[in-house]
């Protein structure tokens, strides 16, 4: 009887592994469907993004309790300690800063998903650091790693968003959901980092922050191949950052996205001292006070798809609509006495930003396709750098603004400038009305574009208009004439 069992159960056992191989062959052939790959590569985007802000404000609630505690000052605050903290917050935005030209050069160079990888890998890092550091060395090391894998992560996410989803709409809609898993991020970061501190020490939120960060880090590599060869050759010559910088609809859309943010980045790290001298705050409503602000960022986000999508000419005064609102908004906070009056300005300010980078963010990719080379690295390292600024003079530059000129004058001051810089947007207007012909890109391209190697057909067919044989003249040639191309829609 043992004899006749033992082939019966090899024979279960083989079966098995005939159909454990099977599965797994259809899955992998599931994730090479382009469709399904775009929407988990959307999805390991999107998890990026929303550990980056959570790692940024997961600190807001446990950095400064735990400084006091190694300093044994808890509940005496000093100057010296304030500025400790108000440097350790702008680390991570400085060095993101200064990386960030390198990083949207990088990625030019290499694609989109290998950087992407090199920035999960620095972010669970700087995580496990953070976790384990015992002294204020260590964690201003943290923190500024996490600026590093930030630069990467961040810009090569959004740019493979730009390259996966061309069509305007898809494109808004995408990066629309992005935009929503930032705002979640930036929002529950602190009440979760101020409960699992409270209850389970500082570790765990990092911990559980790290592996979060490692799984979504298995998942980009089950959906591409980071380390696969590459066809240099074949690549697309991007734009170089410094002349996009100097594209002055590119200037436009940045400067936009550092004025709006303005207010979000300074009110963080002084609305919490503001609300407890003014309304004698409880602990818990300080660490809330942002959170009821994710419905109508989400709000904001959802309406701006859709107009968009309707009327995606508009694109300019759906931003200037935002900074308006922003600098309403901004004025009104001093106003409020009570918990429940500030949540409306906060909100406020939220549905602006939310307006503001919906319609700019799949604008730059737009002035990218119709005016340069459909690479999104650098043009999206630029915004990245727009959002740096802000955050990187928030908690430095808030607080004296604060102690010199009060509370009321600062919000003033930035309800002010986010009002007078909307008419800049008018300067979009003209640009904007090409988005119903879908760019010449998409007109181009008879089978619909692919993304990152769209400049080379499109190129080919542009030759081929002019009579011109693609195989005659030198790779030289080829890009001069490709330049040539560049300076006809820069002087529409």
């Known amino acids: 009887m043992q004899s006749s069992g033992a082939p019966g159960l090899a024979q279960s056992a083989a079966l098995q592994l005939s159909a454990m191989g099977e599965r797994s062959r259809e899955l992998g052939g599931a994730l090479r469907e382009p469709e399904r790959q775009r929407r988990l590569l959307l999805v390991v985007v999107c998890v990026a993004l929303l550990l980056d802000n959570m790692l940024y404000m997961v600190i807001v609630p446990i950095i400064p309790d735990y400084l006091a505690d190694l300093r044994g000052e808890r509940g005496n605050s000093s100057a010296d300690l304030d500025i400790q903290i108000g440097v350790l917050f702008a680390s991570k935005a400085l060095l993101q800063l200064l990386v960030n030209p390198l990083s949207g050069t990088f990625i030019d160079r290499v694609g989109y998903d290998l950087p992407l990888l090199i920035g999960l890998l620095v972010m669970f890092l700087s995580t496990c650091i953070f976790a384990f550091a015992e002294n204020y060395g260590t964690l201003f090391a943290a923190r500024s790693l996490q ?61 559980v922050l790290a592996c979060v960060c490692l799984a979504d880090g298995v998942l980009l590599l089950t959906v591409v191949k980071p380390f696969s060869d590459r066809t240099r050759e074949n690549m697309p010559v991007g734009t170089p950052i410094h002349r996009l910088m100097v594209d002055p609809y590119i200037a436009v859309v940045a400067g936009a996205l550092t004025v709006c943010n303005i207010p979000l980045a300074f009110l963080e790290p002084t609305i919490s001292n503001w609300m407890e001298s003014t309304m004698d705050a409880s602990k818990w409503q300080m660490g809330l006070v942002w959170l009821p602000a994710f419905l109508p960022h989400v709000l904001g986000v959802y309406i701006t798809v859709r107009l968009a999508a309707r009327y995606p000419e508009r694109q300019w005064f759906y931003g200037a609509l935002g900074m ?31 307006l503001v980078d919906t319609a700019l963010l799949p604008t730059l990719a737009f002035l990218v396709d119709v005016r340069h080379v ?85 190129e080919e067919r ?22 040539e191309e560049e300076s006809g829609p820069e002087s529409a």
């Open 374 to 458: 459909s690479v999104y690295g650098s043009v999206y390292a630029i915004a990245d750098i727009s959002y740096s600024v802000a955050y990187a003079m928030g908690p430095v530059v808030a607080g004296q603004i604060v102690h010199n000129l009060g509370f009321v004058q600062l919000n003033l001051g930035m309800g002010l400038v986010n009002v007078l810089y909307a008419p800049a947007l008018l300067l979009l207007r003209p640009v904007c009305q090409i988005k119903p012909s879908f760019s010449e890109r998409n007109v181009l391209l008879e089978e619909g574009p692919s993304g990152l190697y769209d400049s080379i057909r499109l």
């Open 324 to 354: 308006v609102i922003i600098g309403a908004s901004s004025c009104t906070v001093p106003a409020c006495k009570t918990f429940g009056e500030l949540v409306f300005p906060l909100c406020g300010i939220c549905f602006g930003i939310a």
């Open 462 to 483: 542009t030759l081929r208009r002019k009579g011109l044989s693609t195989g005659a003249g030198t790779e030289h040639e080829l890009r001069g004439r490709s330049e």
């Open 147 to 207: 600026g590093l894998g930030s630069a990467f992560a961040d810009t090569s996410g959004i740019a493979m968003i730009a390259d996966k989803f061309t069509e305007e709409a898809e494109r808004s809609r995408a990066l629309g959901i992005a935009l929503a898993f930032i705002s979640f991020g930036s929002l529950v970061a602190p009440p979760f980092g101020g409960i699992l501190y409270e209850f389970a020490g500082k570790r765990v939120p990092f911990i």
